[in-house]
């Protein structure tokens, strides 16, 4: 069964302070795909980025940084330079291509999720 | 665009009442799930739809719970009775479909409908 730790439960940084978010997963199949969601206080889980796990190349965009290793099994995520805006929970997720039974593919497992204050 | 619509965003019942949650995917998207968010948890899904047809609804407890999406678009979550510990948020997502493959395509969230169970 796939499952997915985001060991960190609450991270508490000044603004302006780098962070990364740890996440390790776990999976059986080969084909996969993970996924960061931010959940400010709104309630509303929006997507950060997507990788697919034949895609090991590390990703930036804008002051937000991936860092995917399979040797690991870890996805971690690294904000630069943090800012208040920042402030929210963190979810790491997976979902695999196929899973168990076959009827599971587009299952998204999160993680427990990290709670990211950043104070000014 | 409008994003995926839920209501209501707050609901408080006394236990054993029924209740429903109502959620509008985002135009063209013919997968929906449903989540159940525990307070200080990950969401975990009840139940997913493709098009009209429940196609994973193992994590869904059938003896209070059930859902429809009878032509294909909208759907509703119904707990009949509900209990104490059914208090948490409830989420309801969408996505376009397995055109990248089945688990590619991001989904897109709603707010949530927040229950409490008294």
């Known amino acids: 069964a796939q499952k997915v730790t985001q060991a960190q439960t609450e991270i508490s940084v000044v603004e302006k302070e780098d962070v990364t978010l740890d996440c390790v997963y776990e999976t059986r199949d080969t084909t996969y795909y993970l996924f960061w969601y931010k959940q400010p206080p709104s309630g509303e889980l929006v997507f950060l980025i997507r990788r697919n796990s034949f895609d090991e190349q590390n990703e930036i965009s804008g002051r937000y940084s991936w860092n995917f290793q399979k040797s690991t099994s870890s996805f971690n995520f690294t904000i630069t330079a943090s800012q208040v805006v920042d402030s929210a929970v963190y979810f790491c997720?997976?979902?695999?291509?196929?899973?168990?039974?076959?009827?599971?593919?587009?299952?998204?497992?999160f993680g427990q999720g990290t709670i990211l204050t950043v104070h000014p | 665009e409008a994003g995926v619509v839920q209501s209501p965003r707050y609901k408080i019942i006394e236990k054993k009442q029924p209740v429903a949650f109502w959620c509008n995917p985002i135009?063209?998207?013919?997968?929906l799930y449903w989540y159940l968010q525990n307070l200080g948890q990950g969401p975990e899904l009840l139940i997913r739809?493709?098009?009209?047809?429940?196609?994973?609804d193992s994590q869904l407890p059938k003896d209070r719970f059930s859902a429809e999406r009878l032509k294909g678009v909208d759907s509703t979550l119904k707990i009949q009775p509900a209990e104490l510990g059914d208090s948490a948020v409830y989420l309801c997502a969408s996505s376009s479909g397995t055109s990248g493959g089945p688990g590619y395509n991001e989904q897109f969230f709603g707010p949530g409908t927040r229950l409490t169970v008294l």
């Open positions: 135009s063209g998207h013919n997968t």
């Open positions: 739809y493709e098009n009209e047809e429940a196609v994973d």
């Open positions: 997720a997976l979902s695999e291509f196929v899973g168990a039974g076959g009827t599971s593919y587009g299952k998204l497992t």
